[in-house]
Nanobody, 122 residues
Framework: VQLQASGGGLVQAGGSLRLSCVAS????????MGWFRQGTGKEREFVAA????????YYADSMKGRFIISRDNAKNTVYLQMNSLKPEDTAIYYC????????????????WGQGTLVTVSS
C-alpha cells in the first residue's frame, strides 16, 4: 500500500483545513486508516483513526470535537477535517494504514505516507 497525503498549509488560529490521503491498491477497505502528527522536537502521536468500513472512528482526547476523520472507499481516500485549529496543532501530519484493530498504537500501522505540514499561526 502506498499512501500520498496532501492538504497541509498555513492557517490562522481558529481556522480549518482538510487533509486527504490517497491509497494505492484494490484492498483499501481492508485497512484501518489513521492520522498521526509530529511536532518539532516531539514524538509522533495519534490523532484519529477509522475502521475499514468507516463505521467506527477513534480520536485522541485533544482532537475530539474539533477533528473529524472519514473515508471514501470508492476513492481509496481518507480525510481529516480539522476545525478550530490552534498553534499547538502545528505539526507534520501523516496518514497510515493498518491491518490490525489496535487503532491507537503507532506500531500497528505498517504503511505510512510522506506527511503534510500544517502550520497554525497565532
Amino acid at each position: 500500500v502506498q499512501l500520498q497525503a496532501s492538504g497541509g498549509g498555513l492557517v490562522q488560529a481558529g481556522g480549518s483545513l482538510r487533509l486527504s490521503c490517497v491509497a494505492s491498491g484494490r484492498t483499501f477497505s481492508r485497512y484501518a486508516m489513521g492520522w498521526f502528527r509530529q511536532g518539532t522536537g516531539k514524538e509522533r502521536e495519534f490523532v484519529a483513526a477509522v475502521s475499514g468500513n468507516g463505521g467506527s472512528t477513534y480520536y485522541a482526547d485533544s482532537m475530539k470535537g474539533r477533528f473529524i476523520i472519514s473515508r471514501d472507499n470508492a476513492k481509496n481516500t481518507v480525510y481529516l477535517q480539522m476545525n478550530s485549529l490552534k498553534p499547538e496543532d502545528t505539526a507534520i501530519y501523516y496518514c497510515a494504514a493498518s491491518r490490525w484493530s489496535d487503532y491507537y498504537a503507532l506500531s500497528s500501522y505498517a504503511y505510512w505516507g510522506q506527511g503534510t505540514l500544517v502550520t497554525v499561526s497565532s
